[in-house]
Structures are given as C-alpha cells and as structure tokens.
C-alpha cells in the first residue's frame, strides 16, 4: 500500500485516558475503549487483520461498542486476558499506521492517535504546518495555504482542513487546487516579509496539495 494522502493534521481518534490515570466519562474514551478505536483506525485506513484479530474484535464489540446509548468513557474489559490481547492488538495497529504517514509527517500516539508535522528542514518534503510553526509569527495565508481540497456531495470542490471550508465553491478541483497554489504564493511573500527567507526557501519542497478521496 502506498502511503496515505494527507487528510488533516492533528487526532485521528477519539481521545482517551492512558492507562493509569482517572477515567474522564463522556469526555475521553478508557484505554480499552482508545485501543479498540486504534484497530477500527487501522481497518478503515486499509489494514488486513489476520483471523484471531477479528475474532479478537468481535468478542469486544459487544463490551466496548455497546448497542444502548452509553457515555464513552466507561466501557472496559473486565476479562485481563483479553484486555491485553487487545491491547497487543493496537499496538501492531498503531505500527502498522505510523508507516503509513505521509512524506513530512507523522504518525503520533498520545492520548489519541495524532498526525504531525515533521519540523526538519533539511528533509526532502516539508510540510507547510512544519513551515507556519516555526514561523512562530501571524501569516495570513497560512489557513488556506495549509487546506487540502475535497469534493461535495453536491459536486462542488472546496479547500479546507478537516472542519471548515476555507475556499469555494469551485467548479473543478483544479480552480480548487488553483486557490490554494495562490494561497502559498503569498505564504512564500509573507515569510520573506517577517526575515524568514529560511523558510520560505523550503517552498519547492512542500508536498502537492492534498486531494481527499471522494
């Protein structure tokens, strides 16, 4: 599998507690909870699981994705065994997603699974985030210059990020695409502006603009 086309920076599941601490009910899953979600992440990114993952994963639905509505946060395995089989479980499905960043990205695991810029900048890709964070100062175009495009269900094409819609309606993706490309010009202008030629030198390797999968 190639890697992933970038959708957003920043959590890719829920969050949820780390082993040991309090659990936060109705605000961050519980680490059995967090681990099933690695593995549903996994799945949904284009992981194969073997036979005992998927028997493994059907004995926890029923604890851990109960039918009735629930407050997240509460859910845990009260057989140990299987709590650690599950556990063993996402830890090779994080493995398997941390290899599947980007060029200039990375896979995270934190209280969430998180995807982050890389802030190298001797690397052969940049990421535009990497760029705006070591900025450390405001650049107005940084919002759209960082979108990734995707398409409506009305057929529209849009640029954003994971939540907002920062350009659009366009007609094709190219107009789409066309918004952010202008949007990182004036980034490269806005950099040389504040004395960061050090960055906006970085520009000729910041990845093409990301295209959502329909």
Request: with cysteine; aromatic share 6%.
């Given at each position: 599998?190639?890697?992933?086309?970038?959708?957003?920076?920043?959590?890719?599941?829920?969050?949820?507690?780390?082993?040991?601490?309090?659990?936060?009910?109705?605000?961050?899953?519980?680490?059995?909870?967090?681990?099933?979600?690695?593995?549903?992440?996994?799945?949904?990114?284009g992981?194969?699981?073997?036979?005992?993952?998927?028997?493994?994963?059907?004995?926890c639905?029923?604890?851990?994705?109960?039918?009735?509505?629930?407050?997240?946060?509460?859910?845990?395995?009260?057989?140990?065994?299987?709590?650690?089989?599950?556990?063993?479980?996402?830890?090779?499905?994080?493995?398997?997603?941390?290899?599947?960043?980007?060029?200039?990205?990375?896979?995270?695991?934190?209280?969430?699974?998180?995807?982050?810029?890389?802030?190298?900048?001797?690397?052969?890709?940049?990421?535009i985030?990497?760029?705006?964070?070591?900025?450390?100062?405001?650049?107005?175009?940084?919002?759209?210059?960082?979108?990734?495009?995707?398409?409506?269900?009305?057929?529209?094409?849009?640029?954003?990020?994971?939540?907002?819609?920062?350009?659009?309606?366009?007609?094709?993706?190219?107009?789409?695409?066309a918004?952010?490309?202008?949007?990182?010009?004036?980034?490269?202008?806005q950099?040389?502006?504040?004395?960061?030629?050090?960055?906006?030198?970085?520009?000729?390797?910041?990845?093409?603009?990301?295209?959502?999968?329909?």
């Amino acid at each position: 599998m190639t890697a992933l086309t970038r959708w957003h920076v920043g959590p890719w599941t829920t969050r949820g507690t780390r082993p040991g601490s309090p659990f936060e009910p109705g605000l961050k899953r519980t680490p059995d909870e967090l681990n099933f979600d690695i593995v549903g992440l996994s799945r949904i990114l284009g992981r194969r699981q073997t036979l005992p993952e998927e028997m493994l994963v059907r004995r926890c639905q029923a604890a851990l994705r109960p039918t009735d509505p629930r407050l997240c946060g509460i859910q845990i395995l009260t057989d140990p065994d299987l709590a650690g089989d599950l556990a063993e479980t996402a830890e090779r499905a994080f493995t398997w997603i941390a290899a599947q960043a980007p060029s200039g990205y990375e896979f995270v695991l934190t209280d969430a699974v998180e995807l982050r810029p890389l802030l190298d900048l001797d690397a052969p890709v940049v990421a535009i985030e990497a760029v705006i964070h070591l900025a450390g100062v405001p650049l107005p175009a940084a919002r759209l210059a960082a979108s990734h495009v995707r398409r409506s269900t009305s057929g529209h094409w849009y640029a954003g990020d994971a939540v907002c819609n920062w350009s659009g309606p366009h007609d094709t993706e190219a107009a789409a695409v066309a918004a952010v490309q202008a949007a990182r010009e004036h980034l490269v202008t806005q950099l040389q502006t504040a004395a960061r030629e050090d960055l906006a030198r970085t520009a000729r390797r910041w990845p093409p603009v990301p295209l959502e999968p329909a």
